[in-house]
């Protein structure tokens, strides 16, 4: 079922890697490949959050390494297809983002949408099932975290929020997050902002975690926090602790239920 | 990630079909096929309920043709492998199933459950995920109808009910079905009976028809109602027009809501 897989749609790194947490990073990626191109988009636009989450990748990846986790990341612009969406939202291939048009994506055929399905969605969430699949029937109690970013100002309003801390049907590990940055680190830390389920931002989370009932969070970070290499590194260092303890914290909860 | 799937895992069948219901039948089938065999059991242990849902496929297979829908059933039985079930469930890969133990299940080693899983679970799924993105992606506005079928007399108590009517998170359709067999057709007809999402018999609805937002709905038949191919004809030609009349009035209360 993967014949039409984009060769970039979907990256693992760290397979063998025993750690609880399955990271995955969606909008990992600004690349605009081949059949699509820059879909009518300036240099400036290709390069801005509208077209990937800056810096997420590379804290996501800095959080593996520090956790012994899985990774799966995209390859492809979010605007060619936003892997958090369902094929049939208007959000999954944007004709508009923020203040921007998005030339390629205006009114695009169904047979067009179907072929970047195939392309990127399809396979991207059939790899991010088959690891949680094989890390359940080993007995490996896996749970789902995914990595974003946010921009600081949205529509000419800024936002004063630094970690967002976001979960689907089960609050769980998300409050055990937010918990343990509030101890642990001074960052501005709010449950289910700037996003929430009800922005249909946990498409990834209801995929995979709910219906397999594995604990779940989606860490969004603002992005001037995560914007260079070193700042990633720094933001790895110390979130992985946050991640660890929540774990630990959650396991409790659960325990005590 | 389909590198492990084994030839049998799944069919499908009118792919091309318009209509839009996605029939899915995860018990089809009581082949017990190379490399797992037997699994210790008797010919009429094989042959029994516990094995498969017996009908299920022959009446699955009228309605996908009534309907002019497409079909995905599964090719192995549900005893090496119960597709309506997570890997780390101990129902996945049963060791007793009712009243009979299931020898060649006996504590599984996790390179064993992990086997079954990427050879049976993980490519189904698969294929019934990329079948409704692919409609989705088309705007072909998908439902998820499961077909099953349950056994009159379960551990020495007989079952009154005839037609179960069961759904996951959202009971639209189930309601909508309800309604229409019990309009026309003499069925004992139940919600939520003998089996309800509380008893994880809706796995496969939670995976992808509550995530995507579509509607869903899943037929358990009582076995003895769809016993011979006759049989399950003359209950395809009852059971089409209730599933055509429950998509219209679904459709009208998602209009009016």
Redesign the interface.
């Known amino acids: ?2 014949g039409h897989a984009h060769p970039l749609a979907v990256a693992i790194e760290n397979r063998d890697a025993a750690g609880r947490c399955v990271i995955v990073c969606e909008h990992a990626s600004n690349a605009f490949p081949e059949p699509w191109g820059a879909l009518g988009l300036s240099d400036a636009q290709r390069a801005a959050h509208i077209a990937w989450d800056p810096g997420a990748l590379g804290l996501a990846r800095g959080l593996a390494e520090r956790l012994g986790s899985v990774l799966i990341h995209a390859g492809a612009s979010r605007l060619i297809y936003d892997l958090n969406r ?3 939202s208007r959000g999954a291939m944007a004709e508009r983002s923020e203040i921007h048009d998005i030339p390629g994506n205006r009114a695009l055929a ?2 067009t ?2 072929m ?3 392309a990127l ?3 991207f ?3 991010v ?2 690891e949680i ?2 890390r ?4 490996l109690d896996p749970v789902l975290v995914t990595v974003h970013s946010f921009t600081p100002v949205y529509a000419g309003k800024p936002r004063a929020v630094e970690l967002g801390v976001i979960h689907d049907a089960d609050p769980t590990l998300a409050r055990a997050v937010l918990a343990e940055a509030e101890a642990r680190t001074p960052l501005v830390t709010r449950l289910n902002e700037p996003y929430s389920a009800a922005d249909e931002v946990t ?1 990834t989370l ?2 995979h975690a ?4 594995i604990a779940n969070v989606m860490l969004e970070l603002r992005n001037d926090l995560i914007a260079t290499p070193e700042a990633q590194v720094e933001m790895a260092d110390r979130l992985a602790p946050v991640l660890e303890g929540a774990l630990a914290r959650a396991a409790n909860v659960e325990g005590a239920a």
Do not use: D, I, K, S
Not at 210 to 213: D, F, R
């Open positions: 079922m993967t369902p094929p049939q169904p047979e949408r179907l970047r399905t195939e969605y399809v396979p969430h059939a790899t099932r088959a699949a094989r359940l029937a080993l007995g498409h209801a995929l709910t219906p397999m009932g």
